[in-house]
């Protein structure tokens, strides 16, 4: 057995994309476990830029079986579009599993999305408007409609019906919007059902089968730590569990069968939306940070806010999701800089913390305490061994591996696949 799981320890953004899809290349199966299409992951190989919402980063290995599990909230028009280019450019997508308890986003999700953080005002999330958080609050609600459902037309049907009578009447009522038509609705969805049916079954079963024979899968976290609905910088936070105990929920296999978690780290830190970023530099540093780094979302293209390296996020992050590794990503970003800085801890009224503020209001008014590092001024990006980094580049790593407690695993210097320096051998 060799389960690994990769999660983002900041508020995504870090790369996951291309550390699941280098690791693919040992992998078996390659799994979603939840989160929507409002993640993006783009993966660069031989030049070309692969940018995926819904599919699982091992699509572009032939053979890879990749797996959408039950804890993603699933558009079947995305995914669709997404299988449709992958198929154009040459890649297989026959090996691609949908989970029938998979919950189906539909158009009055989108809708909502929308209209509703618009209604907040300033106090808005930033939602990317894809219909995520909706669809998870009628998963809750007990009203959502799965991909089992959509695959039997009398109860899609029936389902639809009986939601459209409510999601309709909140349209006008709340928000002054007009109706959507049942029966439009219904034929568009009849006609993804068909295209989708080859690739549904139970991937729990599956996944179980998989971890019994003693194949090694890969489980893919959207977002991150920061953003997980517990965890994060609530209510600026997705809906889902990026962090590692979201697979037992969000794929059906056990905790006691994971057997390493690797946790990426983006080697500055970003985040879209709003809510408090306590290392965001608004000046000259976070422009240059956001231009050398193309800072722009995957799905929204909104520019990313951008800041120095919060340790104490990370090390938050290797606790909740017992991180084994560290992969750490986009360290060439930081190659033209003189100076580079690491917040290692965090200051409140003169006091020094040790945890992570539940508080918004707290964490909005921390001072950061930050260690600063020589940069090291020279092109890092066709470095193919640790030894071979610039000593105050190992500096700056080996200083993030004592402050998080983590060990490093992976480096990347580039978006490529063979930018990839590992360091630890053991992770499958």
């Given at each position: 057995?060799?389960?690994v799981v990769?999660?983002?320890?900041?508020?995504?953004d870090?790369?996951?994309g291309k550390?699941?899809d280098y690791?693919?290349?040992?992998?078996?199966?390659?799994?979603?476990f939840q989160?929507?299409s409002?993640?993006?992951?783009?993966?660069a190989?031989?030049?070309?830029?692969?940018?995926?919402?819904l599919?699982?980063?091992?699509i572009?290995?032939?053979g890879?079986?990749?797996?959408?599990?039950?804890?993603?909230?699933?558009?079947p028009q995305?995914?669709?579009?997404?299988?449709d280019?992958?198929?154009?450019?040459?890649?297989?997508?026959?090996?691609?599993r949908?989970?029938?308890?998979?919950h189906?986003v539909l158009?009055y999700?989108?809708i909502m999305d929308?209209?509703?953080d618009e209604a907040r005002?300033?106090?808005?999330?930033g939602?990317?408007?894809?219909?995520?958080g909706?669809?998870?609050?009628d998963?809750?609600?007990?009203?959502?409609?799965?991909?089992?459902?959509l695959?039997?037309?009398?109860?899609f049907?029936?389902?639809?019906?009986?939601?459209?009578a409510?999601?309709?009447?909140?349209?006008?009522?709340?928000?002054q919007?007009?109706p959507l038509?049942y029966d439009?609705v219904?034929?568009?969805?009849?006609?993804?059902?068909?295209?989708?049916r080859?690739y549904?079954?139970?991937t729990?079963?599956?996944?179980?089968?998989?971890?019994?024979a003693?194949?090694?899968?890969?489980?893919?976290g959207?977002?991150?730590?920061?953003?997980?609905?517990?965890?994060?910088?609530?209510?600026?936070?997705?809906?889902?569990?990026?962090?590692s105990g979201?697979?037992?929920v969000?794929?059906?296999?056990?905790?006691?069968?994971i057997?390493?978690?690797?946790?990426?780290?983006?080697?500055?830190?970003?985040?879209?939306?709003?809510?408090?970023?306590?290392t965001?530099?608004?000046?000259a540093?976070?422009?240059?940070l956001?231009?050398?780094?193309h800072?722009?979302g995957?799905?929204?293209?909104?520019?990313?806010?951008?800041?120095?390296?919060?340790?104490?996020?990370?090390?938050?992050?290797?606790?909740l999701?017992?991180?084994d590794?560290?992969?750490?990503?986009r360290?060439?970003?930081?190659?033209?800089?003189?100076?580079?800085?690491?917040c290692?801890?965090?200051?409140y009224?003169?006091?020094?913390?040790?945890?992570i503020?539940a508080?918004?209001?707290?964490?909005?008014?921390?001072?950061?305490?930050?260690?600063?590092?020589?940069?090291w001024?020279?092109?890092?990006?066709g470095?193919?061994?640790y030894?071979q980094?610039?000593a105050?580049?190992r500096?700056?790593?080996?200083?993030m591996?004592?402050?998080?407690?983590i060990?490093?695993?992976?480096?990347?210097?580039?978006?490529?696949?063979?930018q990839?320096i590992?360091?630890?051998?053991?992770?499958?």
């Open positions: 057995m060799s389960t990769i999660t983002g320890t900041q508020w995504g870090e790369g996951k550390i699941v690791l693919a290349q040992q992998a078996d199966t390659v799994v979603r989160g929507g409002n993640a993006g992951h783009t993966v190989v031989n030049g070309e830029e692969y940018k995926l919402r599919l699982p980063s091992g572009l290995y032939q890879t079986r990749c797996v959408v599990g039950n804890g993603v909230v699933v558009d995305v995914m669709l579009e997404e299988m280019a992958m198929e154009a450019r040459g890649i297989d997508v026959s090996g691609i949908l989970s029938n308890r998979a189906v158009p999700h989108r929308g209209l509703g005002g300033k106090n808005k999330i939602t990317t408007k894809r219909g995520i909706p669809c998870y609050m998963k809750a609600n007990r009203i959502g409609i799965r991909v089992c459902d695959m039997d037309k009398e109860e049907a029936k389902r639809l019906k009986e939601n459209l409510i999601k309709n009447t909140e349209l006008e009522k709340l928000y919007h007009e038509d439009a219904l034929k568009e969805y009849e006609g993804y059902a068909e295209r989708l080859p549904v079954c139970d729990i079963a599956l996944l179980n089968d998989e971890v019994k003693g194949r090694k899968i890969l489980f893919e959207a977002q991150a730590t920061m953003l997980d609905i517990d965890y994060g910088t609530y209510p600026y936070v997705t809906a889902s569990h990026p962090i979201g697979v037992g969000g794929a059906g296999v056990a905790p006691n069968k057997d390493k978690v690797v946790g990426v780290v983006k080697a500055y830190c970003t985040r879209v939306g709003e809510g408090p970023f306590p965001e530099q608004l000046n540093i976070g422009d240059k956001r231009d050398a780094g800072e722009f995957t799905v929204t293209g909104r520019p990313r806010r951008t800041g120095w390296l919060d340790a104490c996020v990370v090390r938050y992050a290797g606790l999701s017992g991180i590794y560290m992969a750490i990503t360290l060439d970003i930081l190659d033209g800089f003189d100076e580079i800085q690491m290692v801890g965090y200051k009224k003169g006091e020094l913390l040790n945890e503020p508080s918004l209001k707290v964490l909005a008014e921390v001072e950061p305490v930050y260690e600063k590092f020589e940069g001024k020279t092109d890092i990006s470095i193919r061994s030894d980094l610039p105050n580049a500096k700056y790593l080996e200083r591996a004592e402050v998080t407690g060990g490093l695993g992976i480096v990347s210097v580039g978006p490529n696949r063979d990839t590992v360091i630890a051998k053991d992770i499958f």
